[in-house]
């Protein structure tokens, strides 16, 4: 901060501790606003506001979403696409995010997002399985089939042949009980509707639309409250990495959405919930109907207080086909496209998609004690030494000293995944996005929903940026941050009473807290860094400055 600049206003509450300002979030109406692409995944706030839905959709407001969502024409669904559901019985929903109005062809339409949702009155988990946009499908065109991406389904046939492609060409045995499809805007007006979502950026975003063809982003890494637009363009972002990242992303905003939403805020916006909801949404017949959206709802009121299980698809990157030096435009935008690793391994991932949970969320073997304590590898408790993590001090230190004196004491783990790397903004390393000052690593002041400032701060790690791998360390004053509600298990490691969070068996986060402080090692979005290393890292955590 410069001599002339004035400091940032504390907000009134409870009084920071001594130390110097880290900077402010601006808050969210004087953010520069991206521009919206029309191309939305509206479909996230809607299994968020479900999963948390108890007694919210009574059988009078029943009425009033039917009588919101007969705005909107009803799909035109062939016989035989959507599979009937009895009272009480699983129902499959798929969610796409489209541009698609009304009483529009569907030629005009795009697809963002398609994703399957579970609810099943026998599991404890809410499952989705996102299928990527890109994947490499067989599209008939002028009675010919056509490689294809699996999103130009909808500009073919809507959703009659994107149900199909699904069932013939990658989940043999997929039933789909409804298809909701959220347009243009009403992501947006959700989020803002209930609040916004604290969010656990993974790392810096930065994309300016005036110099390229992506839509507009600016985002500093670090968990942190993100309202419309900025939520929008987190999810849609997959400028410098894959449709994979992506739906890891948009997967995990649901589960921090599900994580902060309390019943009472449901209920206080249910009327403009419901409005934008009707707005912006157009799903099958059956939906349209009193009696089908009970049946829907009842299903989602019993499923209220499950969690969210990620089903991971095992996708496989396909290189992009050579260009020839003399090819015509056309040509040369040859697409690049996602494939399964297997036709098996697509079956495993239909068959978790489908099975209910039951039992523990994480498996036996997550560790009671694990390496960590010790800058050479060395361990308390008898785990020993975790493979695939590398003793790393030097760097912690230099990432704590560059943090400067704020007003939180500053962890960093002593133990790393091996090959991973401290992004700095004195490096070139983490050069995917701009690094401006102070974004490697970040001290910061995060606000809570009373507006009330406590220090924080990121250091961000990479594993693989091509891949949009990178995993965090974050601390903050803010003991009961909405993303630590509700740990899967509690574990003593080394010492330290580590929280766990899992989803579907992965851990998606570990957490510390201290009496003046809370920290958490974060996954990549992808949970690519096993559990017993995550919980090794968290384990090694080593005070290295701060106050």
Not at 250 to 273: G, H, M, N, P, V
Request: hydrophobic content about 35%; glycine content about 10%.
């Amino acid at each position: 901060m410069s001599a002339t600049a004035a400091p940032p206003r504390r907000p009134r509450g409870r009084r920071l501790p001594p130390g110097p300002l880290p900077p402010t979030e601006p808050p969210p109406d004087v953010k520069r606003r991206p521009r919206v692409w029309r191309i939305v995944v509206g479909c996230l706030i809607v299994i968020a506001l479900a999963a948390t839905t108890t007694v919210v959709f009574i059988k009078g407001e029943i009425h009033t979403l039917a009588s919101a969502l007969r705005q909107n024409k009803a799909l035109a669904l062939g016989s035989g696409s959507l599979a009937s559901a009895g009272f009480g019985d699983p129902q499959t929903i798929l969610l796409v995010g489209s541009d698609h109005r009304a009483g529009t062809p569907f030629r005009d339409v795009n697809t963002d997002t398609m994703m399957l949702v579970r609810l099943n009155p026998s599991s404890s988990t809410i499952n989705l399985l996102s299928v990527p946009r890109d994947l490499k499908v067989e599209i008939p065109e002028g009675g010919a089939l056509v490689t294809g991406k699996l999103n130009a389904a909808y500009f073919f046939g809507g959703p009659n042949l994107l149900i199909k492609i699904l069932q013939q060409q990658v989940f043999p045995g997929l039933k789909v009980n409804h298809v909701v499809d959220v347009g243009f805007g009403g992501f947006e007006q959700m989020i803002n509707a209930i609040g916004c979502v604290y969010t656990d950026v993974d790392h810096r975003y930065y994309n300016n639309t005036a110099l390229t063809d992506y839509s507009s982003i600016d985002l500093q890494p670090g968990y942190q409250k993100l309202c419309g637009s900025d939520a929008l363009s987190f999810v849609r972002f997959r400028h410098t990495d894959s449709d994979i990242v992506r739906n890891a992303r948009q997967q995990d905003f649901i589960r921090w959405a599900k994580s902060q939403f309390s019943q009472d805020q449901i209920i206080t916006e249910r009327d403009t919930l419901l409005k934008i909801f009707g707005k912006n949404a157009t799903t099958d017949h059956n939906l349209h109907t009193t009696d089908g959206l009970i049946n829907l709802f009842d299903l989602v009121a019993f499923s209220a207080g499950n969690t969210i299980k990620q089903i991971p698809f095992p996708a496989l990157l396909l290189p992009c086909a050579p260009v020839a030096p003399n090819a015509t435009s056309a040509a040369q935008q040859t697409p690049c496209y996602v494939g399964a690793t297997s036709s098996q391994a697509e079956q495993s991932a239909f068959h978790a998609f489908m099975t209910p949970t039951t039992g523990s969320p994480l498996p036996a073997s997550t560790p009671a004690h694990v390496a960590g304590g010790g800058g050479n590898g060395s361990h308390s408790g008898g785990g020993g030494p975790v493979p695939g993590l590398t003793a790393d001090v030097t760097d912690g230190q230099a990432q704590a000293k560059a943090l400067g004196p704020i007003g939180i004491p500053i962890y960093y783990p002593k133990q790393l995944v091996s090959g991973s790397q401290y992004c700095s903004s004195q490096t070139s390393l983490c050069p995917v996005e701009t690094a401006s000052p102070g974004s490697y690593p970040r001290a910061y002041l995060l606000h809570d929903q009373q507006g009330i400032a406590h220090y924080s701060y990121r250091m961000t790690l990479e594993i693989n940026p091509i891949l949009g791998e990178y995993y965090g360390v974050q601390g903050t004053t803010w003991l009961n941050p909405p993303i630590l509600n509700k740990p899967t298990q509690t574990k003593t490691v080394n010492g330290k009473q580590l929280l766990l969070y899992a989803d579907g068996g992965k851990l998606s986060l570990v957490a510390w807290r201290t009496a003046n402080a809370v920290y958490w090692i974060s996954n990549t979005l992808t949970e690519n860094i096993p559990n017993r290393q995550l919980v090794a890292i968290a384990a090694s955590l080593t005070r290295g400055g701060g106050r």
